[in-house]
């Protein structure tokens, strides 16, 4: 699975929109973008993935440049309760072997929404 | 409601003993997984399953075991042979073994004394 990086941490205000950025230059054709929250000593929760096309559901929307190089997740009106760690995952789907259900966390960007 | 059930939430035990953990979903989903948590750290998979009767170790299998006998119960047991097992231990279950959407539980804390 392509590696991601994104930074440690973010800071936004609540009510203005949070822009959390992953590069994952070595993704492949075939994979593709998820994005994953940890609220504090809870599980991890989906919120959305994406091939190539720009994406949106009520959570979020996830944009990802036209290269596949990096992508921006946006969470368009954030509060206090979106503070959470945010991972950016990469992975095939689709596909057998030794890509099932398995996702590859790494440390995220603990996001700080403050009033 | 549907979902995943992890108990218990809270686990203390002493060293050399073994512990299991429950996961119970009623999701439907044919396929399940154990991950581990440790502290500032991202997930790691134990173990998954991708239909009954079925399973596959993960990337730290050593010192843990599961059964899946039933589809909805996906029990993991941490063995005296785990070294470290003091950890947040989260369950998770997908409707199928091929998708990266998966749905955690609220997750199991082991602290080993």
């Known amino acids: 699975d392509a590696k991601t990086t994104q930074p440690p941490s973010m800071d936004c205000a609540e009510g203005r929109a949070a822009n959390l950025p992953c590069n994952h230059s070595t993704i492949s054709g075939n994979e593709y973008v998820y994005w994953y929250r940890q609220i504090h000593s809870q599980g991890p929760q989906y919120i959305i993935h994406g091939l190539k096309n720009n994406e949106t559901n009520e959570m979020a929307s996830l944009i990802i440049t036209e290269d596949r190089k990096s992508s921006t997740l946006i969470l368009p009106h954030a509060t206090l309760r979106d503070t959470a760690v945010y991972y950016c995952?990469?992975?095939?789907?689709?596909?057998?072997?030794?890509?099932?259900?398995?996702?590859?966390f790494g440390q995220g960007t603990i996001l700080t929404v403050h009033p | 409601d549907g979902g995943i059930t992890q108990s218990p939430k809270y686990l203390f035990r002493k060293e050399g003993q073994n512990v299991t953990l429950s996961c119970e979903q009623n999701?439907?989903?044919?396929?399940m997984y154990w991950y581990r948590q440790d502290p500032g750290q991202g997930l790691r998979l134990i173990y998954y399953s991708q239909i009954v009767n079925d399973f596959q170790k993960g990337d730290i299998a050593e010192g843990y075991s599961v059964s899946r006998e039933k589809k909805e119960s996906f029990p993991l047991t941490v063995t005296s042979a785990q070294k470290n097992p003091t950890a947040f231990y989260l369950c998770?279950?997908?409707?199928?073994?091929?998708?990266?959407?998966?749905?955690f539980g609220e997750g199991s804390r082991l602290t080993v004394l």
């Open positions: 998770a279950s997908s409707i199928f073994s091929n998708t990266g959407e998966l749905f």
């Open positions: 999701l439907n989903h044919d396929a």
């Open positions: 995952i990469v992975r095939p789907q689709g596909v057998g072997g030794t890509s099932y259900g398995k996702l590859t």
